[in-house]
Nanobody, 121 residues
């Protein structure tokens, strides 16, 4: 069993920054890829970024490339998402996921409960 707990969401003005964290427990965190997805009201879940098991490879959605950075600290069993230059269209519930690396949600077997990010204009 794996537990993923996100934190760091909130309300921020456009152009601002937030740092999301996802703390993992329950299995060997460093063996698996991690990812962030987001879902806005009335929209499907959307890939944001993923990172390989050792942090050596990262992938981003075009919509966040150059603004968001995914990282991980395997010693702390935590993955991060640094979000800069936020836009109102970034407003969504952000969820972290653990599993086989993919830009699609299906290969990820474990998910956090999500944290709300709201960007005001």
């Amino acid at each position: 069993q794996v537990q993923l707990v996100e934190s760091g969401g909130g309300l921020v003005q456009a152009g601002g920054s937030l740092r999301l964290s996802c703390a993992a427990s329950g299995r060997s965190f460093s063996n698996y890829a991690m990812a962030w997805f987001r879902q806005a009201p009335g929209k499907e879940r959307e890939f944001v970024a993923d990172i390989s098991w050792n942090g050596g490879s990262r992938n981003y959605a075009d919509s966040v490339k150059g603004r968001f950075t995914i990282s991980r600290d395997n010693a702390k069993n935590t993955v991060y998402l640094q979000m800069n230059s936020l836009k109102p269209e970034d407003t969504a519930v952000y969820s972290c996921a653990s599993g086989l690396r993919s830009s699609y949600p299906t290969p990820y077997g474990y998910w956090g409960q999500g944290t709300q990010v709201t960007v005001s204009s």
